[in-house]
Structures are given as structure tokens and as C-alpha cells.
């Protein structure tokens, strides 16, 4: 199994940076595909970013295409998503998500962290 601890959230002003990371702790973990998704308060969890387990793949959705990147080092057990521009819709607890496959479709994702929060004020 998979276990996933997020990091890195916070309070940043409209246009600032975060960088989040993902620690993973598992056997299997340079086999598994990693994702990024949000969940806002009355929203459905939504897919940011996914990446392949041997990185060669990467997918964005539209929203943070040309934001935000997604990176992995696998000596280190550990996802990055670096978020540039934050802006007022970005904000959402965000999830570390491991997959079987590389896959954009939330229910797909078998292990999950806990998130962390990221606010942007408007």
C-alpha cells in the first residue's frame, strides 16, 4: 500500500506562489501515477494535474495549464506541484492522489492524503 502526506499550503496573495509537496511511503511507489486534485467548500473534488510514473507523461487541466507544474522524484518518495499566479479561484484543500495508471478521472485514484489547504483572497 500507498500512504501520502501533503505539505506546503498556506495564504498567498492573488498573483503569488506555493509549491506543495507530497510525501509517499509504500513498496510500490515508483510504479504508481500521482495526481493533484481540489476540493472547494460545496464542490466536487476536481482533477489539477497528473503525471506517470516514469514522468514521461503529464496531464493539466485547462484551468492551470501554463501555472502550475507537477514534478516527482522518486529518490525521494516525494510529488511536487509548484502553483504560480494564484488567483482567488485556485483556492481549495488540495489532495495528493496515487493511480495504477496515469488517468485525469478522480474515482480511479486508490490511495489519497489528507490535503492541504490553500486560500488566495480576493
Same mark, same amino acid.
Given at each position: 500500500?500507498?500512504?501520502?502526506?501533503?505539505?506546503?499550503?498556506?495564504?498567498?496573495?492573488? &498573483?503569488?506562489? +506555493?509549491? +506543495?509537496?507530497?510525501?509517499?511511503?509504500?513498496?510500490?511507489? %515508483?510504479?504508481?501515477?500521482?495526481?493533484?486534485?481540489?476540493?472547494?467548500?460545496?464542490?466536487?473534488?476536481?482533477?489539477?494535474?497528473?503525471?506517470?510514473?516514469?514522468?514521461?507523461?503529464?496531464?493539466?487541466?485547462?484551468?492551470?495549464? &501554463?501555472?502550475?507544474?507537477?514534478?516527482?522524484?522518486?529518490?525521494? %518518495?516525494?510529488?511536487? +506541484?509548484?502553483? %504560480?499566479?494564484?488567483?482567488?479561484?485556485?483556492?481549495?484543500?488540495?489532495?495528493?492522489?496515487?493511480?495504477?495508471?496515469?488517468?485525469?478521472?478522480?474515482?480511479?485514484?486508490?490511495?489519497?492524503?489528507?490535503?492541504?489547504?490553500?486560500?488566495?483572497?480576493?
Amino acid at each position: 500500500q500507498v500512504q501520502l502526506v501533503e505539505s506546503g499550503g498556506g495564504l498567498v496573495q492573488a &498573483g503569488g506562489s +506555493l509549491r +506543495l509537496s507530497c510525501a509517499a511511503s509504500g513498496r510500490t511507489f %515508483n510504479s504508481y501515477a500521482m495526481g493533484w486534485f481540489r476540493q472547494a467548500p460545496g464542490k466536487d473534488r476536481e482533477f489539477v494535474v497528473a503525471i506517470s510514473w516514469g514522468s514521461a507523461d503529464t496531464y493539466y487541466a485547462d484551468s492551470v495549464k &501554463g501555472r502550475f507544474t507537477i514534478s516527482r522524484d522518486d529518490a525521494k %518518495n516525494t510529488v511536487y +506541484l509548484q502553483m %504560480n499566479s494564484l488567483q482567488p479561484e485556485d483556492t481549495a484543500v488540495y489532495y495528493c492522489a496515487a493511480a495504477l495508471r496515469v488517468t485525469t478521472v478522480v474515482t480511479e485514484y486508490r490511495y489519497w492524503g489528507l490535503g492541504t489547504q490553500v486560500t488566495v483572497p480576493s
